[in-house]
């Protein structure tokens, strides 16, 4: 998780984004690319981060968690997070599989990103927490999450998706 930091740039302004040199596997140069960059903080500004992803389509869950908080999230591959500051203020909710992690401000409690169930290698961001980036500039696509297994045989009754027999919390 380490990219150098830059202001927010606005994926309209090729003259704001930043300018990368992707290779193949064995390490030579195959194209340039640039990519919007954004600047996210958690509420009271402790948790600072920087976000290198196009953004095209965030999306609503309808889990448990994420209908509670009413979270819109885009997903973006870990390489595409730096921690710019207050890492150490984060902390960690887990719950079910404990296979993804929520990163919430330990100070404001805002839920900043998570680390994916189903892709962990991705997170999901809060676009809620991105300076100048505007929701209603793209379209927000609906997920399926209240049918995910629940794993953990001590799982709340809240938890509505199929159950899963002989589960010993280790995944």
Not at 48 to 70: G, H, K, V, W, Y
Not at 124 to 138: I, M, Q, T, Y
Request: proline fraction near 5%; glycine fraction near 8%.
């Amino acid at each position: 998780m380490s990219l150098a930091i830059t202001k927010h740039c606005p994926a309209s302004n090729p003259l704001l984004r930043g300018t990368f040199r992707l290779t193949n596997a064995r390490g030579q140069q195959q194209q340039e690319t640039s990519m919007p960059t954004y600047r996210g903080a958690c509420h009271c500004g402790a948790v600072t981060f920087r976000l290198m992803s196009d953004i095209a389509e965030p999306a609503t869950c309808d889990c448990s968690l994420c209908r509670q908080r009413n979270a819109l999230m885009t997903k973006a591959h870990e390489g595409a997070l730096k921690m710019l500051g207050g890492g150490e203020l984060l902390s960690v909710y887990e719950w079910n599989t404990h296979r993804a992690k929520h990163f919430f401000c330990s100070r404001c409690s805002i839920d900043t990103f998570h680390r994916k169930r189903a892709a962990p290698d991705h997170f999901g961001f809060n676009v809620f927490c991105l300076e100048d980036f505007d929701p209603a500039s793209v379209a927000v696509r609906a997920t399926e999450g209240i049918g995910m297994s629940a794993m953990d045989p001590n799982a709340r009754t809240q938890w509505p998706g199929p159950r899963e027999v002989g589960w010993r919390g280790t995944v």
